[in-house]
């Protein structure tokens, strides 16, 4: 359905994701303000674009992967942006960024506003935006077997199957506009305070005289087994081949957890829904960031209950 996809934000996620499209066999037109990042798809024979609006005039879809909400939506709304004009060619716009729900209602309504330059009898008749963040980070991302989350209309998250298998292996349909963006900070959030619990008490643990590789075999044979002490355990030594293992370097940088749980708890206070442990865990991983861990992965969190400030 979709011939030639455009993708705007090639860095440690987009560009794996990028080249398993063009793996996949679609034409990709790429944009990134990095030069650099641009030239390794150029190598390739990928067609660049110099801004937003140059790979929407040459895309049927658009596919954007950047940092934070603003990025979004300056890519989105921005004076060289995806829908200058607002008679677009790309009948869909897929946002798989990390970033607030809000952002993500809004993007839609905008993009629903706006017309299309050309019309299909079995075509939907306006251009739809899916949010459609991921789960699984560089691994995931270079092996094609991310896990999508999708917000938006069923029509175009249909439509739009095809190209997430080819970037992952999973995909769940969220709901409406912006379910996708929720489901995947209600995700991270679950994931923030789970690997606080496991590292405070396997912190205690020690503290008890409880070395942490006994007590995660008890707590993976037990009641508090979870992926932040089965698969992804915060204390260096008791598992091989993650972060915790190799100084916490590589993974889930400790600045892209804080930014995740920093929107669950901006989303839970305009909701007005009263979250005790988010408010706690933005200032626990705020914390990390300020000691200088912002790009150690969010497991270092365990560093926490031995950094003097616990004292
Ligand atoms: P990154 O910083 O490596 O890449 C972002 C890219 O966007 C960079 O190449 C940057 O140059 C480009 N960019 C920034 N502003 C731009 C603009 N105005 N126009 C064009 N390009 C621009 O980030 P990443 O690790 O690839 O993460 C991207 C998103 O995916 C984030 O929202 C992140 O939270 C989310 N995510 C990351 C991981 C992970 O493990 N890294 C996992 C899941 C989700």
């Known amino acids: 359905q979709f011939e030639t996809v455009g993708f705007i934000g090639l860095g440690n996620m987009g560009s794996r994701m990028a080249n398993n499209l063009i793996k996949a066999g679609y034409r990709v037109a790429v944009h990134d303000i990095n030069c650099n990042a641009m030239k390794k798809f150029s190598d390739i024979g990928a067609a660049t674009k110099e801004t937003p609006t140059e790979v929407a005039e040459a895309s049927d879809v658009v596919i954007t992967m950047l940092p934070t909400s603003s990025h979004v939506y300056d890519v ?29 209602r809004k993007l839609s309504t905008i993009v629903s506003n706006c017309t299309l330059k050309e019309q299909k009898e079995d075509h939907w008749k306006k251009p739809a935006l899916l949010d459609a963040p991921v789960s699984g980070g560089v691994l995931a991302a270079e092996a094609g077997t991310l896990t999508f989350m999708v ?21 769940v349909y969220c709901g409406g506009a912006g379910n996708g963006s929720a489901a995947k900070i209600c995700n991270n959030l679950a994931l923030a305070i789970s690997m606080l619990g496991v590292s405070e008490s396997l912190a205690l643990g020690q503290s008890l005289g409880i070395s942490a590789s006994t007590l995660t075999k008890v707590f993976n044979s037990s009641s508090a087994r979870c992926w932040s002490s089965d698969s992804y355990n915060p204390v260096p030594g008791v598992m091989e081949g993650v972060p915790s293992s190799r100084n916490y370097d590589g993974g889930f940088a400790s600045k892209l957890m804080a930014k995740d749980v920093n929107i669950a708890a901006t989303s839970a206070k305009e909701v007005g829904l009263r979250c005790p442990l988010t408010s706690q865990a933005q200032e626990i991983y705020t914390e990390l960031c300020e000691d200088g861990h912002e790009t150690k992965d969010f497991s270092c969190v365990f560093r926490h209950y031995y950094s003097g400030k616990n004292e």
């Open 76 to 104: 989105y709304t921005g004076p060289n942006g995806l829908l200058y004009g607002g008679n677009l060619r790309p009948r869909l716009f897929i946002d798989s960024s990390t970033i607030d729900p809000q952002t993500s």
């Open 151 to 171: 917000g938006g209309s069923e029509e175009a998250y249909m439509a739009a199957e095809p190209l997430f298998l080819s970037m992952g292996k999973n995909t």
